[in-house]
């Protein structure tokens, strides 16, 4: 088990992956990709995102309503994740 969550958007889906679980949600159409991790802080990620006819702008994902709406058990599921990453690769 990694100590790393991997955050990336396909088209106007935003992907939470972690452990072999992957959460996606809706996000802005115009949102090309994200950039760069600027912070982590269990469940709310701060985040550079690069938007069509905007240019980089910095955003901001609280995935704690999320996790909840999932039924996820909050705390348990986002107590190991130490560090957020940018992936295109997955």
Do not use: C
Request: aromatic fraction near 16%; proline fraction near 3%; avoid cysteine.
């Amino acid at each position: 088990m990694h100590s790393y969550a991997t955050l990336r958007n396909i088209h106007e889906y935003t992907i939470f992956e972690y452990n072999g679980q992957v959460i996606r949600f809706m996000t802005s159409p115009r949102l090309e990709k994200y950039t760069k991790v600027v912070e982590w802080d269990h469940g709310y990620i701060v985040v550079m995102a690069r938007y069509q006819n905007v240019g980089e702008v910095e955003e901001y994902i609280d995935l704690i309503p999320i996790l909840e709406h999932l039924y996820y058990d909050v705390d348990a599921f986002l107590e190991p994740i130490k560090e957020m990453r940018i992936d295109y690769e997955s």
